[in-house]
């Protein structure tokens, strides 16, 4: 089976004009194109997107089916729609749920495209929570550092996202020393805060700009404070958390371009139905945007792909960069290398028209 390809993303660059060689299922080779190759024609040609901010997908949330099936839903739906590898995330809950979603991941993990664990609260501002539960948010405990330690112990990754304000340093301290990724969100603190926070280990911010305080004047608080560090930054591109502007904003002022990454924040009506529960809630799509009862974004109804394109086509990234903030940024992050396409499963590649939306792979005889 060969493809001829206008572009290919592979190990961190953009190749043009190739020739993709694959035998029994797998990429063998990657080569430049000659004048005599002959295959099916593709524009764009790269390893699925990777999306370490996943609440749900193909119907399904991970906070309401927290097992390994639902994980294989979650993973499945967003697998249909471009992305090949999730970081599953469980929100602001009991305690039971958070365990249960501990239990699928090492159920589960490393199949079917799960990278390990996102636990996104409890451990948050009440005044920044977003759509999360009041009632279940708490300072970081040991319970917590329990979970976190029995992924830990198998080498699963782990990124917690806490408000650091309200978190004991010490225990932050020894997340950061069990090779968990400590990211800072659904927080109140102020730029100090937050640079004793990135001191002790903490390497990303979680959604920037949102559940966040804006910034001012005298006080970059967290967006600023995030904009101008060496740390990695998860931005939801649909135009509704951030408006574009922002969006460049932030991508322009980052000391090092590198560390920006692209997440869905996808709920379960992404390869899924146009509402869910949440809290007890049923939260409906609704122009593009899910939002609950109090007027909260709660989470989003968007894509990797179409992350992908936004960031090329509205914030006007260079398509290596929009390309590398959907692949290999993200995976940096967990620790995680490029994606070469010699190796790759068929299964694992998906391919993009020119206005960067997907397309299906035709079958062709070698």
Known sequence: MTYLCDLVWSNGALHRDQTVDIVDGKVTALRPRLPFDTGKHLHLLMPGCTDLQVNGGGGMMLNSS???DGLRQIAKGHRSKGTGWILPTVITDAPEIMTAAVDAVLEIYPNEGIL???IEGPHIAPERRGTHAERFIRPLDQATMEQVRRLRDRDIPVKLTLAPERSD????????DMGTVLSIGHSAATGDQVQDALSLGATCFTHLYNAM???????PGIVGTAICSDAYCGLIADGIHVSWEMARI???????PDRMFLVSDAMSTVGGPDHFELYGQTIHVKDGALVNAEGSLAGAHIDMVTSLANARHHVGLPLEQALAMATDTPRALLGLPRQTLPGLSLS????????LTLTEMPDVAA
Not at 169 to 176: E, G, I, K, N, W
Not at 250 to 256: D, F, L, N, V
Not at 348 to 355: G, K, R, S, V, Y
């Open 66 to 68: 927290p097992t390994a």
């Open 116 to 118: 390990g664990l996102h």
């Open 169 to 176: 340093p010490d225990l932050m301290r020894q997340l950061v």
């Open 213 to 219: 305080p804006p910034m001012t004047s005298r006080e």
């Open 250 to 256: 932030a991508c322009a002022g980052r000391p090092r």
């Open 348 to 355: 694992d590649l998906i391919a993009l028209t020119p206005d």
